[in-house]
């Protein structure tokens, strides 16, 4: 994956996250784009630190598995969250693939 693709996925959650009422990831989200804004190639120092900060959102105890969002049906939520594998595994969260 690359990084445009990449910043995409993470505006989108934002965007989701902003529509459900929940900006307690707006900084971190932000940071890991601009770190991969500063990325000039898959893998160096600023997309490796755009992956630790992603881990640490989707990994951490308070991290995205705490933000429920209901909205359509079972299916429809569990359809877009198949496709996410942004940066590598993160125990079974939101995932696409970075590494």
């Known amino acids: 994956?690359?990084?445009?693709?990449?910043?995409?996925?993470?505006?989108?959650?934002?965007?989701?996250y902003n529509r459900e009422g929940c900006y307690s990831f707006d900084k971190g989200i932000d940071s890991t784009i601009k770190e991969l804004s500063d990325s000039i190639i898959q893998n160096?120092?600023?997309?490796?630190?755009?992956?630790?900060?992603?881990?640490?959102?989707?990994?951490?105890?308070?991290?995205?598995?705490?933000?429920?969002?209901?909205a359509g049906t079972s299916q429809e939520r569990v359809q877009p969250t198949s496709s996410w594998t942004v940066f590598g595994n993160t125990s079974g969260m939101l995932s696409r693939g970075f590494d």
């Open 44 to 70: 160096d120092a600023p997309w490796q630190r755009a992956a630790s900060l992603y881990r640490t959102m989707a990994g951490s105890k308070s991290g995205f598995s705490d933000v429920y969002v209901d």
């Open 1 to 16: 994956m690359n990084k445009v693709k990449a910043a995409e996925f993470l505006k989108e959650l934002k965007e989701i």
